[in-house]
């Protein structure tokens, strides 16, 4: 009776009105500690955000410049000239874009401006020219129409001599090859090339006439890095329309 007695109070007290209106008082209370709290983070990100809108606009803003100082002057930091430019890009992209044909490894644009400025040989030159020459000396057809004419007998003489064991990297192999199609017939009088190409021609001349058959000397050495790239530009141009590139492009 006693235990029945006292679960009924217990009952009637969890169930009273006053337990009642202590427990909602208890719970508005803590809802608006929480709402107190969540306000004050909001606050906080906002002024977060303000301060850092203003550091913001602080460091953007240009202060006057100083009179005494003068700004500083452009200038060309380009190891060859600003017109080769192009001729130096369409280069660079071709080998590139064709560096198993050429049998070359991929190097940067940087490093081809450093090489062509470079006033001795250079590795990535002699790379170059040597993949112009394995892939020219393997259309001989081409190199017949690139000689001209009146040159066949030349043609043939540099074809053997580029078809030889690592005939494509002997400097005089590819002075006979290149020599030969800068100079030629096509190459001349071909009236859909450039002025400064025909301006070359009188340096390339000088190249196959002052250089030796044979030699270990670089070629090249003699011109400039506005001219070495003149030359590859030329010879591109040229092997742009070879066999194996063709074939890589289909």
Known sequence: ANGAKHAESAVTGAGSPKAGVKKNVADNAQNNDHDHDSEASLMRMVELRRKRKRKKKS???????????????????????????????????????????????????????????????????????????????ADPDLVRELFGSGASANADEALRAVSKSDGAGDKGAQLALFGGILCGETALVGGDLREDVRRCASDINEIVDTAQEGSDSCWYAILDGTQRSLVLKWLVDAATNAAAIRKHVD
């Open 59 to 137: 460091q953007m803003q240009v202060s006057a410049p100083d009179p005494e100082h003068a700004f500083p002057i452009l200038s060309n930091d380009f190891s060859v000239g600003q017109r080769a430019w192009s001729d130096v890009l369409t280069v660079w992209s071709f080998a590139q874009r064709f560096s198993r044909v050429l049998r070359i490894s991929p190097f940067s644009v940087d490093l081809m401006e450093m090489s062509l400025a470079h006033p001795d040989a250079s590795p990535v030159l002699d790379a170059l020219f040597s993949g112009l020459a394995l892939v020219l000396g």
